[in-house]
């Protein structure tokens, strides 16, 4: 299983707009991950009411996880998403 432990960028954390931006960027990926703070529960990170049922606050660390092929790539984009807090899901390198 790959797993990418990235630091909330976005100072609102995953409530609202951020979630919205997180939600679509999972579903551009086309792979199925999950996103958990460290302990808890994983949801699935394409579900806008498990991100905001996470709970997760600006600063907090979380913990994107997938066993799927493709999930290396998918991981290092959306952890650079979460972590500077962006707009968009960053290109493909």
Do not use: Y
């Amino acid at each position: 299983m790959a797993e990418r432990r990235v630091t909330i960028g976005w100072a609102e954390g995953l409530h609202a707009r951020p979630a919205s931006v997180f939600v679509k960027a999972v579903a551009a990926t086309g792979v199925p991950i999950t996103i958990t703070k460290p302990g808890g529960n994983p949801v699935n990170a394409g579900s806008m009411l498990g991100l905001l049922a996470l709970g997760a606050q600006g600063g907090d660390e979380v913990v994107l996880a997938s066993d799927a092929e493709g999930a290396d790539q998918a991981l290092d984009r959306l952890a650079k998403l979460v972590a500077e807090g962006l707009d968009e899901l960053p290109a493909a390198a």
